[in-house]
C-alpha cells in the first residue's frame, strides 16, 4: 500500500512538471482550483480497507486550507478532516493535501469532498 501510494505521488509529481506556470492567478477557474483523487475506487465492506485520497490545488492559488468530509466510512483521525499544511510538489506547481479514508461495513457508494473557502469537488467510491 505504501509503495502504491509513494508510485502515486511521484507520477503527480512527474505531471506537474509538465504543467506551465499560471501566468494570471484570477484567471483561474473554480474547477481548476481544487481536484481530488481516490487511489482506489472500491474497498472491502470490512471496517479495515484503506485508501488515499489526494486533493490538488495550484501554488497560484494562494495559500488555502482543505477540508476533506465522507458519507461513509471514517478518516483515520476524525469524520471532518482539515488539511493546513500543504506539500509543495518538487518541481511543480500544485499543492497537495492527502487522508487515509477507512472502509466501514455497509455495502455502497461512498462520497468524499474536497472544500476550501471558494471551491467544493467530490470523488466517489464504491464499499463492496
Known amino acids: 500500500m505504501t509503495k502504491f501510494f509513494f508510485l502515486f505521488l511521484t507520477a ?67 469524520a471532518a478532516k482539515t488539511i493546513k499544511q500543504l506539500t509543495d510538489s518538487v518541481a511543480g506547481e500544485y499543492r497537495f493535501a492527502t487522508v487515509l479514508l477507512r472502509s466501514d461495513s455497509t455495502k455502497g457508494d461512498c462520497y468524499i469532498t474536497a472544500e476550501t473557502g471558494t471551491a467544493r469537488t467530490y470523488v466517489s467510491l464504491t464499499f463492496n
Open 12 to 78: 503527480c509529481i512527474f505531471l506537474s512538471i509538465c504543467c506551465t506556470k499560471l501566468e494570471n492567478p484570477d484567471a483561474i477557474t473554480k474547477d481548476e482550483v481544487l481536484q481530488i483523487t481516490a487511489i482506489k475506487s472500491t474497498l472491502a465492506a470490512n471496517n479495515s480497507d484503506t485508501t488515499h485520497i489526494v486533493a490538488r490545488i495550484p501554488k497560484a492559488a494562494g495559500k488555502l486550507d482543505i477540508t476533506f468530509t465522507t458519507t461513509r466510512g471514517n478518516f483515520t483521525v476524525s
